[in-house]
């Protein structure tokens, strides 16, 4: 991995002008999205002003939704997405507004902004599926995940096609480092300080430097950075895939594969989601008036995958894979160890809250046990689980209360909650409807 950019390089780069930046009605919403004490009122007002951000805005919000009715509103979409993603969604749209086209004839900006969007998609809907980062601000930090390589088109025009054209001529060799070699600094590295400049958290723009050489990341496998960094990661070979020649699509299958058993994803779980980003994408290029091709057989793809031996290249780029929890006597299949979830057990039965808890730390699970309700929403805050098992059947009232409670929140929002139930009376469907996940009848087994 290149080295850092030297911060006054990026001084002097910002100091030019030429830097891709928002503009128009999109600076104004950034800069009242920052204000935390700004009525949802007052910036709907503003977010009015730009009707085709308006379409994007709610079509976002109703992406991050799940069994509810469909968002029509700004404020509606305001409530569900939150400043922060709004704030990071201005300034992706408006960048895809304005840098349409250039001066770089080897860089392909309707492409760049397409295969953007892809990635945008997958982020979201791998970030649902792990809730290892919050499905919101996901869709913003795909969309602008490669925001360095149309900086370095944007500035060096002449210079950066001779590397695109160098990349192109030399098939496996690292972008970063024909950029290197020419331009003294690196998309990764340019488009990771441009999100700092503009205020996008570390554990964000940190991932976008890194996602193409992980094991130069300095953060732990067990933090959300490298959590982060994997969305990114297996989304770019997503978007990949959507525009590679048939000759290399199982190869890039293989790699989705892999990677997504990384992040606890089996093999049909990717392609379910490969078939919602597909689709997703023809609407969202639609609305953005950008070309979507047809996507590859996704499902073919997979079985063919399997019979791709990895490369040596491929292994070392690769985590290594999760060990295994087997058990000497048992012949069901074995659970994989995962690392980097948190879980909240809340079970006022001593020995069912503990033996819970047990089996999830089992499998690497930070599992934090809690007897009642009392005070959970702001233990969630202290812990921040990925995961929360709820008694569902000793109190239902409280407990649907508390859900909705959840789910009115951020944090809430993307917690996976599973119910354990009694039985399937109307009690239990009534508190499990109230936004639970999902739910487990008891008895329950490991």
């Given at each position: 991995?290149?080295?850092?950019?030297?911060?006054?390089?990026?001084?002097?780069l910002k100091?030019?002008?030429?830097?891709?930046s928002?503009?128009?009605?999109?600076?104004?919403?950034m800069?009242?999205?920052?204000?935390?004490?700004?009525?949802?009122?007052?910036?709907?007002?503003?977010?009015?002003?730009?009707?085709?951000?308006?379409?994007r805005?709610?079509?976002?919000?109703?992406?991050?939704?799940?069994?509810?009715?469909?968002?029509?509103?700004?404020?509606?979409?305001?409530?569900?997405?939150?400043?922060?993603?709004?704030?990071a969604?201005?300034l992706?749209?408006?960048?895809?507004?304005?840098?349409?086209?250039g001066?770089?004839?080897?860089?392909?900006?309707?492409?760049?902004w397409?295969?953007?969007?892809?990635?945008?998609?997958?982020?979201?809907?791998f970030?649902?599926?792990?809730?290892?980062?919050?499905?919101?601000?996901?869709?913003?930090?795909?969309?602008l995940?490669?925001?360095?390589?149309?900086?370095?088109a944007?500035?060096?025009?002449?210079k950066y096609?001779?590397?695109l054209?160098?990349a192109?001529?030399?098939?496996g060799?690292?972008?970063?480092?024909?950029?290197q070699?020419?331009?003294?600094?690196?998309?990764?590295?340019?488009?990771?300080?441009?999100?700092?400049?503009?205020?996008?958290?570390?554990v964000?723009n940190?991932?976008v430097?890194f996602?193409e050489?992980?094991a130069?990341?300095?953060?732990?496998n067990?933090?959300?950075?490298?959590?982060?960094?994997?969305?990114?990661?297996?989304?770019?070979?997503?978007?990949?895939?959507?525009?590679?020649?048939?000759?290399?699509?199982?190869?890039?299958?293989?790699?989705?594969?892999?990677q997504?058993?990384?992040?606890?994803?089996?093999r049909?779980?990717?392609?379910?989601?490969?078939?919602?980003?597909?689709?997703?994408?023809?609407?969202?290029?639609?609305l953005?008036?950008?070309?979507?091709?047809?996507?590859?057989?996704?499902?073919?793809l997979?079985?063919?995958s399997?019979?791709?031996p990895?490369?040596?290249?491929?292994?070392?780029?690769?985590?290594?894979?999760?060990?295994?929890?087997r058990?000497?006597?048992?012949s069901?299949?074995?659970?994989?160890?995962?690392?980097?979830?948190?879980a909240?057990?809340?079970?006022?039965?001593?020995?069912?809250?503990?033996?819970?808890?047990?089996?999830l730390?089992?499998?690497?699970?930070?599992?934090?046990?809690f007897?009642?309700?009392?005070?959970?929403?702001?233990?969630?805050?202290?812990v921040?689980?990925?995961?929360?098992?709820l008694?569902?059947?000793?109190?239902?009232?409280?407990v649907?209360?508390?859900?909705?409670?959840?789910?009115?929140?951020?944090?809430?929002?993307?917690?996976?909650?599973?119910?354990?139930?009694?039985?399937?009376?109307?009690?239990s469907?009534?508190?499990?409807?109230?936004?639970?996940?999902?739910?487990?009848?008891?008895?329950?087994?490991?």
């Amino acid at each position: 991995m290149p080295a850092s950019l030297d911060l006054n390089r990026f001084a002097q780069l910002k100091a030019t002008g030429h830097l891709p930046s928002p503009r128009g009605v999109a600076v104004a919403i950034m800069r009242m999205a920052q204000d935390e004490t700004v009525s949802l009122v007052e910036l709907a007002r503003v977010i009015k002003g730009d009707p085709a951000f308006v379409g994007r805005l709610i079509k976002a919000a109703n992406g991050l939704l799940v069994r509810q009715r469909a968002i029509v509103s700004v404020s509606e979409a305001l409530m569900v997405v939150g400043l922060a993603a709004v704030r990071a969604m201005v300034l992706g749209f408006s960048l895809l507004s304005n840098y349409r086209k250039g001066n770089c004839l080897g860089f392909d900006y309707m492409r760049f902004w397409s295969s953007s969007i892809v990635m945008a998609i997958a982020m979201q809907t791998f970030a649902t599926r792990t809730r290892q980062i919050a499905a919101d601000e996901a869709f913003s930090v795909g969309l602008l995940a490669r925001i360095g390589e149309l900086a370095l088109a944007t500035v060096y025009p002449s210079k950066y096609a001779h590397v695109l054209a160098d990349a192109a001529a030399k098939p496996g060799a690292d972008l970063c480092e024909l950029e290197q070699q020419t331009l003294a600094l690196t998309h990764a590295d340019l488009g990771g300080a441009m999100l700092a400049d503009w205020g996008v958290p570390r554990v964000f723009n940190l991932p976008v430097r890194f996602y193409e050489h992980p094991a130069a990341a300095p953060v732990s496998n067990e933090s959300r950075e490298a959590a982060a960094m994997q969305c990114l990661s297996l989304s770019r070979i997503v978007a990949d895939l959507c525009f590679a020649e048939p000759a290399a699509q199982a190869d890039l299958m293989a790699r989705a594969v892999r990677q997504a058993a990384q992040m606890g994803c089996p093999r049909e779980a990717l392609l379910v989601d490969c078939g919602e980003i597909a689709k997703q994408w023809k609407e969202w290029a639609k609305l953005l008036q950008l070309e979507a091709t047809d996507t590859p057989p996704f499902e073919m793809l997979s079985v063919e995958s399997t019979h791709k031996p990895e490369t040596r290249h491929e292994i070392s780029e690769s985590a290594p894979s999760a060990p295994e929890v087997r058990s000497p006597t048992s012949s069901v299949s074995p659970l994989p160890v995962v690392s980097g979830l948190r879980a909240m057990v809340v079970e006022r039965a001593g020995n069912e809250r503990v033996r819970l808890a047990k089996a999830l730390r089992g499998i690497g699970v930070d599992a934090h046990e809690f007897v009642d309700l009392g005070g959970v929403l702001e233990k969630v805050l202290d812990v921040q689980p990925h995961i929360m098992v709820l008694n569902g059947s000793d109190d239902p009232g409280h407990v649907g209360r508390l859900i909705k409670a959840l789910r009115a929140s951020r944090i809430g929002r993307s917690i996976y909650v599973l119910l354990l139930l009694s039985g399937d009376d109307e009690a239990s469907i009534a508190v499990f409807e109230s936004g639970a996940d999902d739910y487990l009848v008891k008895p329950i087994s490991s």
